[in-house]
């Protein structure tokens, strides 16, 4: 419970912003490291996803002034 309220407190001190774990990068990371425009890789991590070989979560990452859900993807082959 007091790692809980821990996390909670530290969530909300730093106005709920995400910090994704290692491995979990955005479409337009992965497009970057594959050397593939963005429309294709999110073909490709779409199908991923779909057929359980790709894990998506939401974080939420600053983005200018604002604080956004942005999904990251983690390839689990």
């Given at each position: 419970?007091?790692?809980?309220l821990?996390?909670?407190?530290?969530?909300?001190?730093?106005?709920?912003?995400?910090?994704?774990?290692?491995?979990?990068?955005?479409?337009?990371?992965?497009?970057?490291a594959?050397?593939?425009?963005?429309?294709?890789?999110?073909?490709?991590?779409?199908?991923?996803?779909?057929?359980?070989?790709?894990?998506?979560?939401?974080?939420?990452?600053?983005?200018?002034?604002?604080?956004?859900?942005?999904?990251?993807?983690?390839?689990?082959?």
């Amino acid at each position: 419970m007091a790692n809980l309220l821990a996390d909670l407190a530290a969530a909300l001190a730093n106005g709920g912003i995400d910090t994704p774990p290692d491995g979990y990068w955005t479409t337009l990371q992965h497009a970057e490291a594959a050397g593939l425009s963005i429309q294709q890789a999110n073909k490709i991590i779409k199908a991923g996803v779909l057929a359980g070989k790709v894990e998506r979560k939401t974080f939420r990452i600053r983005n200018g002034a604002r604080v956004v859900p942005i999904p990251h993807y983690r390839v689990i082959l």
